[in-house]
């Protein structure tokens, strides 16, 4: 088996309110070789993605001052958006329909599968750099 790290320096912002998530991903993330980038509030994850945009974006649903749905809205809106995982304890199915409907790329349940993630992120991550060569 390679020893390759599957997120080799990609850039990953983690949005989550809670800071044992955000220390679980970040560590999840950085083991693969993820550059990592944390904040916990929706305005903050704007602005990151504005001024220096990530590959990639794990974003809880339920977050202060901007819910997940807002950033999402807004961040995909973007010239060269991030690629989007929605991460929440909601299990209803009206709220990923939704997230589909504003341009989420995944979408996974809590409690989270640090594997499941992982693979997700490097999934999505290749089909973009996939499509982008083939433009």
Do not use: W
């Not at 990609?10 to 679980?24: G, K, Q, S």
């Not at 999840?28 to 990639?56: F, K, R, Y």
């Not at 958006?81 to 929440?88: C, L, N, Q, R």
């Amino acid at each position: 088996m390679s020893d390759d790290k599957r997120l080799k320096d990609r850039r990953v912002l983690i949005v989550d309110d809670d800071p044992d998530v955000l220390a679980i991903i970040k560590q999840a993330l950085q083991s693969e070789g993820a550059l990592t980038q944390c904040c916990s509030d929706g305005n903050t994850a704007v602005h990151i993605c504005e001024t220096d945009p990530p590959n990639l974006m794990v974003l809880d649903m339920m977050l202060p001052k901007r819910s997940g749905f807002l950033v999402l809205e807004r961040v995909k809106a973007n010239d060269r958006p991030p690629i989007v995982i929605m991460v929440t304890a909601n299990e209803g199915r009206r709220h990923q329909a939704y997230a589909e409907t504003l341009g989420v790329d995944g979408y996974l349940h809590k409690p989270l599968r640090l594997e499941r993630l992982i693979t997700l992120a490097q999934d999505l991550l290749g089909e973009k750099a996939e499509a982008v060569e083939a433009d």
